[in-house]
């Protein structure tokens, strides 16, 4: 499908009413206003088109989360028919309804191992704040309330909530809302290409998940609740761990006994192509949160799945849960979430990105892009991928400059909505995405790539 410019104002009266009363997220408010917004007025498979009716393939299915496409009928038949019927009920109060339990039936029946209770929630920074409060509150009812402490990793995303921010390892965010919550420590992150000084994948992987013995020693055995982490950094630039990472972290957590969470807010529902990425790098976790592909983003829903160890101690000795939400398992949004499972499970969403477009799209990038100035490293799996951009190929010298930001705008402008993570450029499409639609996607970065070099390489010549 061509990209096309027209120049209408039916976006004018959008962008003035945004500017006037609309904080966006993760948004320098006065530099939007000063540009004006960008209008999205429609979406359909993997295309969303503007107010100046510019066609874009979303390279980031929305924020990570539109796995299976925009448009599905199935997903607003699903939504609209549950309102008719019970447009909203709470589960406080001894309440239940059924497109809650047969989500809850459903999410146990997809996670591995003995994940087999679920608490539902609203967004992946509420189901972290809800790991945090489960696993601290399961040490407690096991008579060892010393041990609280969390680790987690630099660069990590863990949610934009006080909890959730303290636990990520984004400094940006963390100055912005010190002081943070206490009691939570980091090791680094399995970033090969950017931190592994010489050490081959392997070796990187085997040091790096080492770090976390370190630390539960230095801070002593007894007082570490969990680790958690994402089985890909997602919001910090896509870093996929060698595989020798994630077994070795197992290892360490069961050896200390240690609590495993995978927050699978990004990995889950096919990305990697398995339901989960903890299966695709092959560790049990004793708690999972998830969150954005539970629904394809189509309403607000997330959910923690809780292992038998947890769940048993906390149904059996916890007495009241003090903790929810107004809208946690909201029937609609359970509809939804209960349909997009069944879409992506009976449509065969998960072997697709598995077998056939996940190897495509990592071959694409590496073959079209894998010699370009600009980008020193690919990495990806599945249906994720980031690029790391820099200065020299030869040396990986990253560049001062803010080029991350102005190869997204590129993208853009070459009708492709990319993400920049600082200087790295990634890409998460719907999971329904064609052939012909990644090499689309692949020429549209391609020509974002070209033309980011030559403005860098004028800024540097003069």
């Not at 874009?56 to 448009?71: H, Q, R, S, T």
């Not at 990697?272 to 954005?292: L, N, R, V």
């Not at 993570?421 to 329904?432: A, D, E, Q, T, Y």
Request: charged share 20%; aromatic share 8%; proline share 5%.
């Amino acid at each position: 499908m061509p990209y096309t410019t027209t120049n209408p104002t039916s976006g004018n009266a959008v962008r003035e009413l945004d500017a006037r009363y609309h904080l966006h997220p993760f948004t320098d408010t006065q530099a939007l206003n000063r540009k004006g917004a960008r209008v999205i007025t429609r979406a359909d498979g993997v295309y969303v088109w503007d107010s100046d009716n510019n066609q874009l393939i979303d390279g980031m299915a929305g924020l990570w989360c539109v796995n299976i496409g925009y448009g599905r009928q199935e997903l607003i038949d699903a939504a609209s028919s549950q309102m008719q019927v019970l447009p909203y009920y709470n589960t406080f109060f001894q309440s239940t309804h059924e497109p809650v339990t047969q989500l809850a039936e459903a999410i146990a029946d997809i996670t591995p191992g003995d994940l087999n209770r679920v608490f539902f929630a609203n967004s992946g920074s509420e189901a972290i704040d809800t790991v945090i409060r489960m696993v601290r509150h399961y040490w407690t009812l096991k008579g060892k309330r010393y041990r609280k402490l969390l680790i987690a990793r630099e660069n990590a995303y863990h949610g934009s909530t006080l909890a959730g921010a303290s636990l990520g390892g984004m400094g940006h965010m963390h100055r912005q809302c010190a002081p943070m919550l206490p009691g939570i420590h980091r090791i680094g992150q399995p970033y090969w290409y950017g931190e592994a000084d010489g050490l081959s994948e392997d070796e990187f992987g085997l040091k790096r998940a080492r770090e976390l013995e370190e630390k539960i020693l230095e801070v002593g055995p007894d007082n570490v609740a969990a680790f958690i982490g994402e089985p890909i950094q997602g919001a910090g630039g896509v870093i996929v761990p060698p595989r020798t990472y994630w077994p070795e972290i197992q290892r360490i957590c069961r050896k200390y006994d240690v609590l495993l969470v995978a927050d699978e807010v990004i990995c889950g529902f096919g990305r990697t192509g398995q339901w989960f990425g903890c299966q695709t790098y092959d560790f049990q976790p004793d708690i999972m949160s998830m969150a954005k592909g539970l629904s394809s983003g189509y309403l607000p829903i997330s959910a923690v799945a809780v292992g038998d160890r947890i769940a048993d101690v906390l149904t059996e000795h916890g007495g009241d849960f003090n903790h929810g939400f107004t809208y946690s398992g909201h029937p609609a949004a359970a509809a939804v979430a209960l349909e997009n499972i069944r879409l992506l499970r009976e449509e065969g969403v998960m072997e697709s990105v598995a077998s056939d477009t996940g190897p495509y799209l990592q071959a694409r990038l590496r073959d079209v892009l894998g010699e370009h100035p600009l980008c020193g490293h690919i990495e990806g799996i599945g249906l994720i991928a980031g690029l790391a951009l820099v200065k020299d190929r030869q040396t990986r010298t990253f560049f001062d400059e803010d080029v991350g930001t102005l190869c997204r705008d590129e993208c853009t402008a070459a009708g492709l909505i990319a993400r920049a993570c600082g200087n790295r450029i990634v890409l998460s499409p719907p999971l329904v995405i064609r052939r012909e639609e990644i090499d689309e996607m692949v020429d549209r970065l391609r020509i974002a790539l070209d033309t980011t070099y030559e403005r860098v390489s004028n800024l540097s010549a003069a």
